[in-house]
């Protein structure tokens, strides 16, 4: 089955800075992912989606970036602002409907 | 327009005892999602379902663990008998359609003691 994963559990990222958040994925018939973020006891929030047939799409102040011949994505949070300190998740969306995360990746701003 | 909502926020059950989660969808959306999450780690999938039907129970333990979405009123999750691994958050999310955005709620954490 597929799996999606990060290379990295935590990131810690100086306020204004830029924040580069990797994830790989192991299924290359995937064509939909997501990124979400998830403040310390809330639900995931929707960041922003991709599919298979794109390379690059941009949001405001991030972009998602997937390369489908290494299977990696990532998300770029253009400065970095304390309100950014979250986890954030990669998902993969199969079957259309079935959601698989990542583990996360705890994004930690300094002032 | 309201988010989804879930209740109880917060359940504290005994060993053996049952657990009720109830989950609103957004308005307009027929598809929920139920997904658990343990601590330190990411969200599992567990039941998809649509107006009265089960879509896809395939991350369900087959035992203590059933799932409805009845034609009105909340989705329920139940689970029976609960012992100490069934402690996590779940997480209930909805959609339009499929294919598409999924929007979570605020999750219920449960917490077996």
């Known amino acids: 089955g597929e799996s999606v994963g990060l290379h990295l559990p935590t990131l810690s990222v100086q306020e204004g800075d830029n924040s580069i958040i990797n994830c790989a994925y192991s299924?290359?018939?995937?064509?939909?992912f997501i990124w979400y973020k998830q403040e310390s006891g809330k639900g995931p929030q929707f960041i922003i989606d991709?599919?298979?047939?794109?390379d690059k799409r941009q949001g405001q102040r991030v972009t998602v970036l997937l390369n489908k011949t290494v299977k990696h994505l990532s998300l770029q949070i253009a400065a970095t602002q304390p309100g950014d300190s979250a986890v954030y998740f990669c998902?993969?969306?199969?079957?259309?409907?079935?959601?698989?995360f990542g583990a996360g990746t705890t994004v930690t701003v300094r002032a | 327009n309201a988010g989804v909502m879930q209740n109880p926020r917060h359940l504290v059950r005994r060993r053996g005892q049952e657990a009720r989660l109830r989950c609103s969808p957004m308005?307009?959306?027929?598809?929920v999602y139920w997904y658990r999450q343990l601590p330190e780690e990411g969200l599992k999938f567990m039941v998809y379902l649509q107006k009265e039907n089960i879509i896809d129970e395939s991350g369900m333990p087959k035992e203590r663990f059933s799932a409805e979405f009845p034609k009105e009123g909340p989705s329920i999750l139940r689970i029976q008998q609960v012992v100490r691994g069934d402690s996590a958050a779940y997480f209930c999310a909805s959609s339009p359609g499929r294919g598409v955005e999924q929007y979570f709620g605020p999750g219920t954490r449960l917490t077996v003691t």
């Open positions: 998902a993969e969306n199969g079957d259309d409907y079935k959601l698989s």
């Open positions: 299924n290359s018939a995937s064509d939909y």
């Open positions: 308005k307009g959306h027929s598809h």
């Open positions: 991709i599919r298979s047939n794109m």
